[in-house]
């Protein structure tokens, strides 16, 4: 079985550009978190999206945004890139958008540079 | 003051020795803990969820204590491959699934 994806799995970008990170949930997940993690923090929440609504927003600004497609897939969309945007975006599926103990599984990660 | 509260690190130990981390979260409304495994440059992984009764799971074992607002992992007869950093997680469950990660302790099991 596949696990999360991610891609791309690296990108390079500039300052004032805009940026679409895209993942696919394991199948039959209907619940996709969007998580930032800067070199040595752990992972900040961004979004949750549960049946394509969105669930959950995290202390981030307007510049972030994220929708979820009829098959559960979602891109997280980032405009405006600062240089501190530069992190490891994770992407993070799970069965359920709540519960007890509803473990989240994690793709490999984007890691974006803001050149 | 961040939710999540973690050791600074690093934990350089020796094969065979028994390590503990920390953990404190600052949200009294926090229902479900966990701690993940982190290996450089990966995404994290879930090692065990943790239990008000406290579990344990093979070396690992976790402890909560939701009066003092703490958690723990204790890893026995450390190996080589437990150099990781581990993540304290926190979840409050209102509707979604936000969790909470700590910064992360930094372990290295030395030969």
């Known amino acids: 079985d596949a696990g999360v994806t991610q891609s791309p799995t690296h990108l390079i970008k500039t300052r004032g550009q805009q940026v679409t990170l895209r993942c696919s949930p394991i199948?039959?997940?209907?619940?996709v978190s969007w998580y930032q993690q800067v070199l040595g923090q752990g992972p900040q929440f961004i979004f949750q999206?549960?049946?394509?609504?969105?669930?959950g927003r995290g202390n981030f600004p307007d510049r972030f945004s994220a929708r979820q497609f009829p098959n559960y897939s979602s891109e997280l969309n980032v405009n405006a890139l600062l240089l501190g945007d530069s992190a490891l975006y994770l992407c993070?599926?799970?069965?359920?958008?709540?519960?007890?103990?509803?473990?989240?599984?994690f793709g490999q990660g984007t890691r974006l540079t803001v050149v | 003051r961040k939710e999540v509260e973690q050791d600074p690190g690093p934990f350089n130990v020796p094969e065979g020795a028994t390590v503990a981390f920390n953990c404190t979260y600052s949200n009294s409304a926090s229902q479900s803990f966990f701690w993940y495994r982190q290996d450089c440059r990966k995404e994290p992984k879930l090692l065990m969820s943790v239990y008000s009764s406290g579990n344990e799971d093979g070396r690992f074992t976790a402890q909560l204590n939701r009066a003092s607002q703490y958690i723990s992992l204790l890893i026995r007869d450390s190996k080589l491959s437990d150099s990781a950093t581990y993540l304290c997680?926190?979840?409050?469950?209102?509707?979604?699934?936000?969790?909470?990660f700590g910064a992360g302790t930094r372990l290295t099991v030395k030969p």
């Open positions: 997680v926190v979840n409050k469950i209102s509707n979604n699934n936000d969790m909470r």
């Open positions: 999206y549960y049946e394509k609504e969105e669930r």
């Open positions: 993070a599926s799970s069965l359920e958008a709540m519960g007890r103990n509803t473990e989240a599984f």
């Open positions: 199948s039959g997940h209907k619940s």
